[in-house]
């Protein structure tokens, strides 16, 4: 048994030699690297879904078969098959080119170029950091390569202050760079302006004798998402500086040092003008007990989750704790703000990676997180916000309830084809939300059979859609387009089989 094929650059259709390959099933990696004329051959000693990609100096990273928002395609290797005239299609990447110059319009060198790209993050666009930066030459000119397709922004970061192109600190007033792939955008101007800044000096008042040097973080109003500047260890005395700001309104935000439990937080607004601002009095406050319990059957532990929602409130963080998964739980401080409570199940991770061939074809791999409750209230896919008082009754139930969609994806000429993908969500819009575990997407693969696993009962309408945009899979007026979609009442642990085709 075996993989064979080519790796090729999508822009010219030329072998790509020297390409890395690498193929998962289950648990085993496999990897090759393509000759001259960009082919490889992978031996296989087991059937199986196999998953498949390749990476090359100067080219983006490529799973076989993955378009746009819409996932790889997995390799079906039968028993004692060969399957060959796999083809691999790697892109260059976009390119940003550009200059940057002072005040007076001459070239800044040596400072650091960074790109920042638009993603959907629980349900809503905004910009975060993008793999790759430059650093200008002597003549303020830099090139930063390789990146996806996309919107962008361009900014100068020079120690704690950042400048968007084409000359302005705030995010909401800088202009946006869409970029194809394999594209060459130049001519790119940032204007750094005049160097009038401004610093931060206060200390740190409440904290016990058992948290030392604090991490202390300025946060730009203007730019509550990319421009977390710090961390500034605030030292023995409490005492911090922060120097080198960009006049402005901030948020000074107080997180323990690394390796110590989150059990204190502050928050404060600072406005900082031109010089050192009037001594500031960060004072720290205990976090938010959260406690409840936990109802499961069979399951040894999980992973509870608080991931924050939003930018309202500066100082919520992350938080996780491993507990038992049948019992009591607490967390002991929790920043107050706005956060969606999940619970991650360890064979939830090996279920839905979509190369985990065993877990995945298995129908007794069934739990999900069935609800979770606030002092009775259901706010199981919904926005909690957390604020000044504890809350002792979070109970979170785990059920063995789950049921799983599957089918063969056909054109209108009844072949199996891996074209698209399959939408799968609630019947009831008002089940739309970012964070439901009810909305999905699959692919198949090269033998048309998708699967959509670990789905709670109930009622669901299935689509198949040609091409999805970024954050498009969760935005209820997308969802309401899907005329072609058909329905299906899951009962609990259904195994439902519902070919599609494509007309």
């Known amino acids: 048994m075996s993989l064979s094929g080519t790796v090729v650059a999508a822009a010219t259709g030329r072998a790509i030699a020297n390409a890395k390959i690498t193929s998962y099933v289950s648990d085993a990696a496999l990897a090759a690297t393509t000759g001259a004329d960009g082919g490889f051959t992978l031996g296989i000693s087991t059937p199986g879904r196999y998953y498949l990609s390749a990476t090359a100096p100067g080219y983006l990273p490529q799973s076989y078969g993955a378009e746009p928002e819409i996932r790889n395609t997995l390799v079906v290797v039968h028993d004692n098959q060969q399957v060959t005239g796999l083809e691999i299609r790697l892109h260059r990447g976009g390119t940003i080119a550009g200059t940057v110059t002072d005040d007076r319009g001459d070239p800044v060198a040596g400072v650091r170029v960074r790109p920042f790209i638009k993603r959907t993050v629980d349900g809503s666009a905004q910009f975060g950091q993008a793999n790759g930066d430059a650093t200008t030459d ?130 404060a607004p600072v406005v900082i003008a031109t010089g050192a601002s009037a001594p500031i009095t960060l004072r720290a406050a205990g976090g938010i007990a959260l406690s409840g319990t936990i109802e499961s059957v069979g399951l040894r532990s999980l992973t509870i989750v608080l991931s924050p929602v939003g930018t309202d409130y500066p100082g919520a963080i992350p938080q996780s704790l491993r507990a038992t998964a049948t019992g009591s739980w607490s967390m002991a401080a929790v920043a107050p703000g706005r956060y969606r409570i999940d619970a991650r199940i360890s064979e939830q991770g090996d279920v839905l990676l979509s190369h985990k061939t065993p877990r995945l074809l298995d129908p007794g791999v069934h739990r999900l997180l069935a609800t979770v409750t606030i002092n009775g209230e259901d706010v199981t896919d919904r926005v909690v916000t957390i604020g000044d008082k504890p809350i002792n009754d979070v109970r979170i139930r785990v059920t063995e309830t789950a049921a799983r969609i599957t089918g063969h994806v056909r054109d209108a000429a009844g072949r199996i084809t891996t074209a698209g993908a399959i939408v799968v969500a609630p019947a009831d819009p008002r089940d739309w939300t970012p964070f439901t575990q009810r909305i999905k997407m699959a692919r198949a693969d090269t033998d048309g059979v998708y699967h959509v696993p670990l789905l709670p009962p109930g009622r669901y309408i299935v689509a198949h859609v040609a091409s999805l945009a970024p954050g498009q899979l969760f935005d209820p007026a997308f969802l309401r387009t899907l005329g072609n979609a058909r329905t299906v009442t899951l009962a609990p642990l259904d195994v439902v089989t519902m070919d599609v085709t494509i007309r």
């Not at 760079?177 to 204007?191: N, S």
């Open 138 to 267: 002597d003549r303020g000119a830099f090139r930063i390569v390789t990146q996806p397709a996309g919107e962008f922004l361009v900014a100068v970061t020079d120690g704690n202050r950042m400048t968007f192109a084409p000359s302005t600190p705030e995010l909401a007033r800088a202009t946006g760079i869409t970029l194809a792939l394999d594209e060459v955008r130049e001519g790119i101007q940032i204007r750094l302006p005049r160097d009038v800044t401004g610093t931060i000096e206060g200390s740190i008042a409440g904290l016990d004798g058992a948290f030392t040097r604090p991490n202390v973080f300025a946060i730009p109003d203007a730019n509550r998402v990319l421009g977390q500047i710090g961390p500034i260890a605030a030292g023995p005395d409490g005492r911090f500086a922060i120097p080198d700001l960009s006049p402005g309104r901030y948020h000074l935000v107080l997180r323990p040092n690394a390796g110590q439990p989150p059990r204190f937080w502050a928050d």
